[in-house]
């Protein structure tokens, strides 16, 4: 039996320039945090020469080829793993499509509870550039780096994306006090709204491809920031850093009609009026989570909450892709 965990994670800046269609041209940097909430692995051998394999639906098959979920089977192709004697089981504290990069998430565990089974050690920079390579390169996802590195790597980290595809990562500087003030008043809600990041970041990746200058001016914009929330959080200027993830949801609404809506745009102007510093819709847009910065949690908690959406309570996660069992 082994179990295996990734987290999920936060965007705290320079989210979209992390798609090859834009850091192979000008470089991408992000600021990312890994949460307390996960994606689990569970892996078994079993006595049936087929492989099962449990997450939304269920799978019963006995060739690499006949296996529909992509990243699965894609994952055992990579590591040369035969679909028999064996059972795959994926859970999740917060449902895919909401925003908080859980496709990553499932790919790191995945591959880190596969290596474990073929007594193969990797470190974390492999793991997280397997996964993307998996998503990225064979399966042609129109996504970026930062949730594969994050899931694996955990932290509050920066990641400098380079025009060879290398990946910087470098943890974050901050105070004790500063990453307590962070956590706490950092709140999440669930806008009740699902959406594929894929569908989404589609239209930017094409864009880009194109060298739309509308898009890549706005890219330009979000990297830098990227670097002002980055400098904004180690001086411990937390007001600043929510004055910037303001001026972010308006800019990022620029980018594509599809990144938020009515209701949601009415939901942050209530938390606006009422002790949010600033906010932003988590991943690639147009659902998900909303996340806004208070120093009135009790106040903007109630106010939210009565609007009809859900808080998940939130800490960071420092470790990333870990093994839970090994027996």
Known sequence: MIITRSPLRIS???GGTDLPSYYREHCGFVISAAIDKYVYITLHTTF???LIVKYSQMEKVSTLGEIQHPIIREALRSLRIEPAY???TSMSDIPAGTGLG???SFTTALLYALYKLKRRVATKQELAEHACQIEIDILGEPIGKQDQY?????GITCFHFGRDGNVNVEPLHLSPETLL??????????TGYSRSA???LKEQDERTRKLDP???????VVKEMGLRSRKAIEQGDLREFAAIMHEHWLHKQKRSASMSNPTIDEWYELARANGALGGKLIGAGGGGFLMLYTEQKTHLRRVMTQAGLREVRLRFDLQGSELVVQS
Do not use: K, M
């Open 12 to 14: 705290l800046g320079g």
């Open 198 to 200: 894929s569908s989404i």
């Open 150 to 154: 994050i899931a694996a790597f955990g």
């Open 102 to 104: 859980s496709s990553g």
């Open 214 to 220: 509308v898009i890549i001016d706005n890219l330009h």
């Open 48 to 50: 049936v020469d087929y």
């Open 181 to 190: 003030n962070l956590e706490d008043n950092l709140l999440l809600f669930f």
């Open 86 to 88: 064996l059972e795959i």
